[in-house]
């Protein structure tokens, strides 16, 4: 059984995950209950018992269901690519992986008196005014974690709209609008700037149209960003081809209608 008794689980990270969301609701039942199986897994984050990996009869065995849907539930988990294999063909999930890895290295640190770069920063120079903070008032202490949302609103305020009118902001677009698209989908850069491509096209090259679009995702934080962002764009692409109507190609009959409709009603006055 793994040493580790808990786990930070981000609610937010699991319910934008694409390729889990490609999946029926019964395949992602099946991967929150392997997710347990993997935080107690030897070794961890991988799916086996004492370094041996559980195959699809002994999961329904443990799971209490059928090893023909087990078997199907896992082939639909794989071709959306949810979790990896090791060589060996064990099954075994990045991000329990990555975690553990961050919480080993914060463990090193605090048996070394913290972080290295955090200590180095704390150190106050002899020129710099006393900090009017009380003596030993959290002394020694890193500076508090910021909560993911506030940190991805900060972020979306400050740096998608942030450019001057001297700035190039296609540039601006396809690094900071590139960042907040990987970091809002999961998906890799390549995918990325393909779908920024794709509406920056459609929006005949308005850079700053599909910014101000990717603020307001930022904002709105929707669960699919980009059905969001793409129902976004063609409303926006739907209001630059609007039919404008000239005097010249309407006859004389209909203009004088139209004349009288913005006429206000001046009944009861």
């Known amino acids: 059984m793994s040493k580790r008794r808990w786990s930070k689980f981000w609610w937010q990270d699991y319910e934008r995950d694409p390729a889990l969301r490609l999946c029926s609701l019964a395949a992602q039942g099946l991967w929150m209950r392997l997710l347990c199986l993997m935080h107690e897994g030897e070794p961890y984050g991988h799916l086996c018992v004492n370094h041996r990996p ?49 919480s080993d290295q914060g463990a090193a640190w605090g048996r070394t008196g913290g972080n290295p770069s955090l200590k180095a920063a704390s150190q106050t120079p002899a020129s710099s005014p006393p900090s009017t903070q009380p003596t030993g008032v959290g002394e020694g202490l890193s500076p ?25 902001v296609r540039l601006h677009l ?19 700037r393909a779908l920024l491509g794709k509406w920056l096209k459609m929006l005949h090259d308005d850079a700053a149209c599909l910014l101000a679009v990717l603020a307001e995702c930022a904002a709105f934080n929707p669960a699919e960003p980009v059905s969001w962002i793409e129902a976004k764009v063609r409303a926006r692409v739907a209001e630059l081809v609007q039919p404008i109507a000239h005097p010249a190609s309407t006859s004389p009959h209909a203009q004088r209608l139209a004349a009288w409709q913005n006429v206000p009603d001046m009944e009861g006055v």
């Open 174 to 192: 396809f690094k900071h609008g590139l960042s907040f698209l990987q970091k809002a989908t999961g998906r890799p850069e390549r995918s990325t």
């Open 144 to 168: 508090p974690h910021k909560h993911q949302e506030a940190e991805a609103e900060s972020e979306a305020d400050c740096t998608l709209t942030a450019f001057g009118p001297n700035d190039d």
């Open 54 to 102: 559980l195959q699809s009869r002994q999961l329904a065995l443990m799971l209490g269901v059928a090893e023909r849907q087990i078997a199907r539930l896992m082939a639909e988990l794989r071709d959306a690519g949810v979790f990896s294999t090791t060589p060996e063909g064990c099954i075994y999930s990045r991000r329990l992986l990555r975690d553990k890895a961050v």
